[in-house]
């Protein structure tokens, strides 16, 4: 339900900000308003999650979200229309939602024995675009019928059903080795060692890095897209986000079914490709059937590439810190994602969007071909322990290009 509120409030702004200035940048601000404070605020709840009661800093974390999304609804209610003034509340809200992140994470490996972590994040992200899908449909339905306040009023009250469901879970979740001697900047540095020194961890936030700069911003741009290319509004955008988190949930299904069979750094080179492919698809789609399609494939490659990289991460993470490595993780996201979609965003300004994604599509591939080759260790890393084959058996024949340019 929350996260159904989150994608209500993300679509109906972002197309009234888009109907309003008709500019990629503006209405990527939205977008950046929701994602970016993890930058900021992640590292400070990171601290926090190592510090206290994992399950009461998100459930606090929680409660200024329903506070700051309040005051929007009221803002749109008074009939403030200001990019600026909208982008604030909402950067104020996803703050307060970036400090509790760390703790929300931190939790899950102690929810599950190791070999269903993956199945675990899944579940997380099937979670989140369930509401993806929900969300637009229930926010074009509710702006028609009770205007954009109430529709926002209805996001502010899916964290008060959060923070029931967090209370619920009756057991705490500290962790056994917090150091309550070491001051901030000792404990951020300590966060930041761990994860330079444990590989796996080191190797998956770089690839969601290069994965938020250059594929994920054509989520943020979906309103402006839609209505520069196919004349849309709310209800086109609300499709195309939905046949994204259609196909989100069916590539959860696919690489967790597929992890069990393959090794990850395998999974992880094709999902590469794949994501490249679709992004350039959806960049040249002919029409509104082609553009859902299009967001459907890159939902589902954006997902699996995201499982794969956290349950990674989440899986080697040591429990002392594990908080803080989250939070680097979820701040580098963030960061990368601003970037992504300033950076995006100008280019669709100065061009189009359609050359923008394309150059976001090469960059993908560029970026991941220097990276792999810089890091050998790459592969051992991302597979840990598996035992599972590279690849199925096959005759061997010359080099396959495709297998060298995955670095495999």
């Given at each position: 339900?929350?996260?159904?509120?989150t994608?209500?409030?993300?679509?109906?702004?972002?197309?009234?900000v888009?109907?309003?200035?008709?500019?990629?940048?503006?209405?990527?601000?939205?977008?950046?308003?929701?994602?970016?404070?993890?930058?900021i605020?992640?590292?400070v709840?990171?601290?926090?999650?190592?510090?206290?009661?994992?399950?009461?800093v998100?459930?606090?974390?929680?409660v200024?979200?329903?506070?700051?999304?309040?005051?929007?609804?009221?803002?749109?209610?008074?009939?403030?229309?200001?990019?600026?003034?909208?982008t604030?509340?909402i950067?104020?809200?996803?703050?307060?939602?970036?400090?509790?992140?760390?703790?929300?994470?931190?939790?899950?490996?102690?929810?599950?024995?190791?070999?269903?972590?993956?199945?675990?994040?899944?579940?997380?992200?099937?979670?989140?675009?369930?509401?993806?899908?929900?969300?637009?449909?229930?926010?074009?339905?509710?702006?028609?019928?009770?205007?954009?306040?109430?529709t926002?009023?209805?996001?502010?009250?899916?964290?008060?059903?959060?923070?029931?469901?967090?209370?619920?879970?009756?057991?705490?979740?500290?962790?056994?080795?917090?150091?309550?001697?070491?001051?901030?900047?000792?404990?951020?540095?300590?966060?930041?060692?761990?994860?330079?020194?444990?590989?796996?961890c080191?190797h998956?936030?770089?690839?969601?890095?290069?994965?938020?700069?250059?594929?994920?911003?054509?989520?943020?741009?979906?309103?402006?897209?839609?209505?520069?290319?196919?004349?849309?509004?709310?209800?086109?955008?609300?499709?195309?986000?939905?046949?994204?988190?259609?196909?989100?949930?069916?590539?959860?299904?696919?690489?967790?079914?597929?992890?069990?069979?393959?090794?990850?750094?395998?999974?992880?080179?094709?999902?590469?490709?794949?994501?490249?492919g679709?992004?350039?698809?959806?960049?040249?789609?002919?029409?509104?059937?082609?553009?859902?399609?299009?967001?459907?494939?890159?939902?589902?490659?954006?997902?699996?590439?995201?499982?794969?990289?956290?349950?990674?991460?989440?899986r080697?993470?040591?429990?002392?810190?594990?908080?803080r490595?989250?939070?680097?993780?979820?701040?580098?996201?963030?960061?990368?994602?601003?970037?992504?979609?300033?950076?995006?965003?100008?280019?669709?300004?100065?061009?189009?969007?359609?050359?923008?994604?394309?150059?976001?599509?090469?960059?993908?591939?560029?970026?991941?071909?220097?990276?792999?080759?810089?890091?050998r260790?790459?592969?051992?890393?991302?597979?840990?322990?598996?035992?599972l084959?590279?690849?199925?058996?096959?005759?061997?024949?010359?080099?396959?290009?495709?297998?060298?340019a995955?670095?495999?």
């Open positions: 339900m929350s996260d159904a509120g994608w209500v409030q993300l679509i109906v702004v972002g197309s009234l888009a109907a309003g200035t008709g500019s990629a940048v503006q209405t990527g601000l939205v977008a950046l308003a929701t994602f970016m404070p993890q930058g605020a992640s590292p709840g990171g601290l926090l999650a190592d510090r206290f009661d994992r399950r009461k998100f459930a606090l974390a929680l200024g979200q329903a506070i700051a999304t309040t005051a929007l609804a009221v803002v749109l209610g008074s009939g403030v229309r200001s990019p600026l003034v909208l604030a509340f950067l104020v809200s996803s703050a307060a939602g970036a400090l509790g992140a760390p703790s929300y994470a931190a939790m899950l490996p102690d929810l599950v024995p190791p070999e269903e972590l993956m199945a675990m994040v899944s579940l997380g992200v099937y979670s989140w675009n369930s509401g993806r899908i929900v969300g637009p449909l229930v926010g074009t339905a509710l702006v028609l019928a009770v205007g954009p306040a109430w926002v009023g209805f996001n502010a009250f899916s964290f008060v059903v959060m923070v029931a469901a967090v209370l619920a879970v009756r057991r705490p979740f500290i962790s056994a080795h917090a150091d309550d001697s070491a001051g901030v900047l000792q404990r951020l540095a300590g966060g930041w060692h761990t994860l330079r020194a444990t590989p796996a080191f998956g936030v770089v690839l969601l890095v290069l994965f938020n700069l250059t594929a994920v911003p054509f989520m943020g741009l979906i309103p402006i897209f839609v209505a520069a290319e196919f004349a849309g509004g709310t209800g086109l955008a609300g499709l195309v986000a939905s046949a994204q988190g259609v196909g989100a949930i069916i590539g959860g299904v696919l690489i967790t079914v597929l992890a069990a069979r393959y090794r990850r750094s395998f999974l992880v080179g094709r999902l590469m490709f794949v994501l490249s679709a992004l350039a698809l959806y960049a040249l789609a002919p029409g509104v059937p082609w553009v859902v399609a299009a967001s459907a494939l890159l939902g589902a490659a954006s997902s699996a590439m995201f499982i794969s990289s956290s349950a990674v991460i989440q080697d993470a040591p429990d002392a810190s594990r908080g490595v989250m939070s680097i993780m979820q701040a580098s996201m963030g960061v990368s994602y601003g970037v992504g979609l300033l950076f995006i965003g100008t280019i669709a300004d100065t061009i189009n969007l359609p050359v923008a994604f394309l150059i976001g599509s090469v960059l993908l591939l560029v970026g991941f071909g220097l990276l792999t080759r810089r890091s260790h790459w592969r051992e890393a991302f597979d840990g322990n598996e035992v084959p590279v690849r199925p058996a096959r005759v061997e024949q010359p080099v396959d290009v495709l297998s060298v995955c670095g495999d």
